[in-house]
T-cell receptor, first 111, second 117 residues
Framework: SQKIEQNSEALNIQEGKTATLTCNYT??????LQWYRQDPGRGPVFLLL?????KEKRKERLKVTFDTTLKQSLFHITASQPADSATYLC??????????FGPGTRLSVLP | EPEVTQTPSHQVTQMGQEVILRCVPI?????FYWYRQILGQKVEFLVS????????KSEIFDDQFSVERPDGSNFTLKIRSTKLEDSAMYFC???????????????FGAGSRLTVL
């Protein structure tokens, strides 16, 4: 069956450290993968998109990697700040499926 | 910055009542979506809409649900006879690109919280 998993429900890290979030999928063939941020009671907000033929994408303190062999994407936030505390969602657009979201990882950056 | 607006922000209704949730997508976007998120659970796809018709829908989007674009700016989700399990946050989203184009970035509204008693 098709599945999207994100490494853990919650992740706590110290301010200034790098947060690494994982998204694994099975039985999908995504054309590209996206990462969104969701704050409590709000809608998801787009952060980064990476295509199947791209290995890595960066935007300011954010970095995304995409390994279609491992069926995995890693999302890194460097020099993390308490304001980065939120739930981070990965999302896939499979060629033959709808745009689907993972369950999310709730990141807490502790001062 | 253009945004997707949704109304109401919170609606409380009795089981069996009809509910209409409203959305104003970004003005130059052509693709519209409804997602829902039950408290503590993941964001789930309901339906996508393009060119005045449904392009895709999920198993959740049964006969109790319908969508409409009654004019050039609004996009509505109607739940005909609400059930307790319809209680959730409903998100509208829009995009200026279709799926599979490599640029289908969704802009979400703030959501409408539906509570069915």
């Amino acid at each position: 069956s098709q599945k999207i998993e994100q490494n853990s429900e919650a992740l706590n890290i110290q301010e200034g450290k790098t947060a690494t979030l994982t998204c694994n999928y099975t039985n999908y063939s995504p054309a590209y993968l996206q990462w969104y941020r969701q704050d409590p009671g709000r809608g998801p907000v787009f952060l980064l998109l990476i295509r199947e033929n791209e290995k890595e994408k960066r935007k300011e303190r954010l970095k995304v990697t995409f390994d279609t062999t491992l069926k995995q994407s890693l999302f890194h936030i460097t020099a993390s700040q308490p304001a980065d505390s939120a739930t981070y969602l990965c999302a896939l657009d499979d060629y033959g499926q709808n745009f689907v979201f993972g369950p999310g990882t709730r990141l807490s950056v502790l001062p | 910055e253009p945004e997707v607006t949704q109304t109401p922000s919170h609606q409380v209704t009795q089981m069996g009542q009809e509910v209409i949730l409203r959305c104003v997508p970004i003005s130059n976007h052509l693709y519209f979506y409804w997602y829902r998120q039950i408290l503590g659970q993941k964001v789930e796809f309901l339906v996508s809409f393009y060119n005045n018709e449904i392009s895709e829908k999920s198993e959740i989007f049964d006969d109790q649900f319908s969508v409409e674009r009654p004019d050039g700016s609004n996009f509505t989700l109607k739940i005909r006879s609400t059930k307790l399990e319809d209680s959730a946050m409903y998100f509208c989203a829009s995009s200026d690109q279709g799926r599979g184009t490599g640029a289908n970035v969704l802009t979400f509204g703030a959501g409408s919280r539906l509570t069915v008693l």
